[in-house]
């Protein structure tokens, strides 16, 4: 059994904030953002919005600090203040909600229930042990202060996604030991187009890096292909998958084909309801083609009245790649693939 902190039924106001019941552990570029938000619309699901990375980066923090609130009505956490970074996904940027820095979701966690000035925070890297009212009220007004996980009412689910998750050695057995239960989902798309898609992320911030083409091969004269390589080794999913094999059964892992998200977002939201046991709330109705975007749209964003896209930074551009290189790519991933439909039961058209 995961030990639980006594503070794991704190609660106040509207709710009580619990760890995550749904995880979106990946797979990076499949989709992840698309998903997340579209299921925000579901009354019954409350989702973080930034990427923690508990599993992965932030794991030694500890569970309060999954959870967040946890040090609220004490004077100050006993431990020095963690340094691990909530993951920072642009698309949250593009909402006008940057994620965060760590030190301000400390001081959040502080804040929300009897908060006093005369409470030591952590703010801007060092503790101020009594924070004069001005440095608080620019810091309460301002849309950086969020927490990691929402209050959920009964019934309600938790949601968090970190797509390195996937492909991180020790997330299954650290998610098992946490709770076993844990519905796990994972966005899959081509392989090919998935490195591609990396790859553009990383030269939208790096536009210095070598090209495609030549991150792709060892050597590129025998044709040898970098595995090693980030963009390469994601996409392998048989392999990834085996290791959560390992601890969870099949039934306890969803698998969205990231094209059918954009192909038919309807219809893989109506299996991600089914699969979490939520009612399908989530229909066609909510979507809409926006044909300058180029992606299925929300008609009206959670908690809002108005359309909702993605970020500029979801549904980029890729630039043309060497169609030989793709081709040697295909012939790469082919073998994973047929390994990872027969896995899975389902051949998501790859091939
Ligand atoms: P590209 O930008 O390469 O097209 P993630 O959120 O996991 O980083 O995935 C990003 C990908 O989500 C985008 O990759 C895009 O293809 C895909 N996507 C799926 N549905 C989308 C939607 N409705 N709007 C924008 N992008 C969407």
Redesign the pocket.
């Known amino acids: 059994e995961p030990r639980v902190s006594p503070l794991s039924s704190f609660s106040s106001g509207s709710g009580s904030k619990k760890l995550p019941q749904a995880i979106i552990i990946g797979?990076?570029?499949?989709?992840?953002?698309?998903l997340l938000e579209?299921l925000r619309v579901h009354p019954d699901i409350r989702a973080v919005g930034a990427e923690p990375h508990f599993f992965d980066r932030n794991y030694d923090n500890g569970l309060d600090w999954y959870r967040g609130g946890a040090f609220v009505g004490l004077s100050a956490p006993k431990k020095p203040p963690p340094t691990g970074h909530i993951g920072h996904?642009r698309?949250e940027e593009s909402r006008g909600l940057p994620c965060p820095p760590l030190e301000l979701a400390w001081l959040y966690q502080l804040k929300p229930q009897g908060y006093s000035a005369q409470l030591p925070v952590w703010f801007s890297n060092r503790w101020l042990m009594s924070p004069t009212s001005s440095v608080l009220s620019s810091v309460r007004s301002s849309e950086l202060i969020r927490d990691l996980m929402p209050k959920t009412l009964e019934g309600q689910i938790t949601m968090e996604k970190t797509?390195s998750y996937f492909v991180t050695r020790e997330a299954p057995a650290r998610i098992y030991a946490l709770s076993r239960d844990t519905k796990l989902i994972v966005?899959v798309?081509d392989p090919v187009?998935r490195a591609?898609?990396d790859y553009?992320?990383t030269l939208s911030k790096k536009p210095d890096i070598p090209t495609f083409e030549s991150l792709t091969f060892k050597n590129r004269t025998t044709g040898l292909i970098d595995t090693s390589w980030s963009a390469i080794q994601i996409g392998i999913y048989a392999k990834h998958l085996d290791n959560w094999l390992q601890y969870f059964p099949m039934e306890q892992i969803l698998f969205v084909s990231?094209e059918r998200?954009?192909t038919d977002?309807a219809g893989e939201l109506g299996r991600v309801q089914d699969f979490l046991g939520l009612k399908r709330i989530i229909t066609d109705k909510h979507f809409y083609f926006n044909q300058t975007?180029g992606?299925?749209?929300l008609k009206k964003a959670e908690g809002s009245s108005k359309p909702h896209?993605?970020g500029k930074?979801?549904?980029?551009t890729?630039p043309n790649i060497d169609p030989e290189v793709v081709q040697r790519l295909r012939d790469f991933y082919r073998p994973f693939n047929m390994k990872f439909y027969q896995m899975t039961g389902h051949n998501f058209g790859w091939d």
């Not at 797979?27 to 698309?34: C, D, F, P, Q, S």
């Open positions: 797979v990076k570029k499949g989709g992840t953002r698309a579209f996904d698309e797509p966005v798309r187009t591609i898609s553009t992320q990231g998200l954009i977002p975007k992606f299925p749209c896209c993605l930074t979801k549904g980029r890729h």
